[in-house]
């Protein structure tokens, strides 16, 4: 338990700096804006683009880790769904429960990219880009329904949709895997260039994620915020797990994949719930409260399932 922490604990020392950065009198706030907008459409696809373009799949059961990646989506999906009517009967409004399902259903890939760097290297981080580029298509597509149907905004569909099509990510990864299945590379210059781009990444995603903590949201977390911090850091993590297990998969790709599930919330939820008529509010705390207690509990996922696969390969 106490390694999975120290190589997880470098990933939050960063977010806690952004934190810090965020509130500190000396830096313009202006430049938190762009600096998000520059990450969401240069730096993080590029990452995704060039590991994926990179990566060595070979090893992998691409068919099962889809399968398991696709199959707990819906199950969360589901399971949320069936939470409804309970959400509304303890007096949860419409809005409401769009930040409570967005904040249980997405994942912060900052985060998980970053900690399958650091536990397992370069194959470790080609696996969450492999896992992103499966399930953010469905994962953007259940939300914005969500909000259309449950919101309150204003909203046109066809807008949307154009949207998720013009994804910054969504692109970056159709174009890494596309690139990957190609006879030939990358021109080298050009490689070189995307490399040097995409380095800053992580490292800049992680402090944006502090940056965009909204501290005071979450000083008192009550039902609202509670649920989806359960449901997010336990309920899912323990869905991907035992699917992972269910079907077969062994070793690195079963703590890949618990990892992925285990990782707090999106920010980028936080935007679409302010655009569509969520609870922008909520859905800032929550996100707070995740990230904070995600501190715990990803060393802990990590820890279940690595004793898990560690039982799987005394097993034989």
């Not at 998000?36 to 590991?51: H, N, R, V």
């Not at 490399?195 to 965009?212: E, K, N, T």
């Amino acid at each position: 338990m106490i390694p999975i922490f120290e190589s997880i604990l470098p990933i939050f020392l960063i977010v806690l700096l952004g934190i810090v950065l965020r509130r500190t009198p000396f830096i313009d706030q202006s430049v938190w804006p762009g600096l998000e907008t520059l990450g969401y459409y240069l730096f993080f696809p590029a990452l995704l683009f060039l590991t994926l373009a990179k990566a060595d799949f070979s090893g992998l059961e691409l068919g099962t880790v889809a399968l398991v990646s696709f199959t707990a989506v819906a199950v969360m999906t589901v399971l949320l769904i069936v939470l409804h009517p309970l959400a509304r009967a303890v007096g949860m409004s419409d809005s409401s429960y769009t930040s409570l399902f967005q904040t249980s259903s997405r994942w912060n890939a900052f985060i998980a990219l970053a900690i399958a760097e650091k536990i397992s290297g370069s194959s470790g981080l080609a696996l969450v880009a492999l896992v992103m580029a499966l399930i953010i298509i469905p994962l953007n597509f259940i939300n914005v329904i969500m909000l259309v149907w449950y919101g309150t905004g204003a909203r046109s569909m066809a807008t949307l949709l154009k949207r998720i099509a013009g994804n910054p990510l969504i692109l970056g990864c159709v174009a890494g895997i596309t690139v990957n299945a190609l006879p030939f590379g990358i021109y080298p210059p050009v490689e070189q260039a995307v490399d040097l781009i995409a380095r800053s990444s992580l490292g800049l995603g992680l402090l944006l994620v502090g940056a965009g903590l909204k501290l005071n949201d979450a000083l008192r977390p009550g039902p609202a915020v509670l649920t989806p911090v359960a449901l997010k850091l336990i309920v899912f993590p323990v869905i991907m797990l035992s699917l992972a297990i269910g079907f077969g998969l062994r070793g690195e790709t079963v703590l890949i994949l618990a990892l992925c599930a285990a990782v707090p919330t999106a920010m980028n939820g936080y935007l679409l719930a302010r655009q569509m008529g969520g609870d922008a509010p909520l859905y800032a705390a929550i996100t707070t409260v995740q990230t904070v207690a995600s501190f715990l509990t990803i060393p802990a996922v990590m820890w279940a399932a690595a004793l898990v696969t560690g039982a799987q390969s005394a097993g034989g």
